[in-house]
């Protein structure tokens, strides 16, 4: 019973040390998202998570911690205007079949096009 222990102690020390890995890896990528810090107190700042490591991310995220939340949240926003921006750019007008032959019969009726080109813009419409 003594070795379940000694395992369960384990994962939940792995679990600790994981989620501050993690932590430790998100207050790095918001250091170098954040454009208003100077490269100085973006050094500093890394200094002082290698020297005191739990301290300073604890500190990182009481002093920060709104900003680390506004700044991932305006990058999220720019990638959702940048897929948008493509979608909408790569996505078909959004017309029918129907309405393209409804199109294509007035130009047929106002005599701008002829029976043959009719057809043509048709076929293509149901294709």
């Known amino acids: 019973m003594d070795s379940f222990w000694d395992w369960l102690w384990l994962m939940v020390w792995w679990f600790f040390f994981i989620a501050y890995l993690m ?16 490269g100085w107190w973006k050094a500093l700042w890394i200094i002082v998570l290698i020297v005191a490591p739990y301290l300073a991310a604890l500190v990182y995220v009481i002093a920060r911690g709104r900003g680390m939340a506004e700044r991932r949240s305006d990058e999220d926003r720019a990638r959702k205007q940048i897929m948008d921006d493509y979608v909408r750019a790569t996505a078909s007008t959004g017309r029918s079949p129907a309405t393209e032959i409804a199109d294509a019969k007035a130009l047929h009726d ?9 057809a043509q813009l048709k076929s293509k419409a149901l294709a």
Do not use: H, T
Request: charged content about 30%; aromatic content about 16%.
């Open 110 to 118: 106002a005599g701008v096009i002829d029976a043959d080109e009719f």
């Open 23 to 38: 932590l430790l890896f998100y207050i790095v990528a918001d250091l170098f998202r954040d454009k208003n810090l100077s």
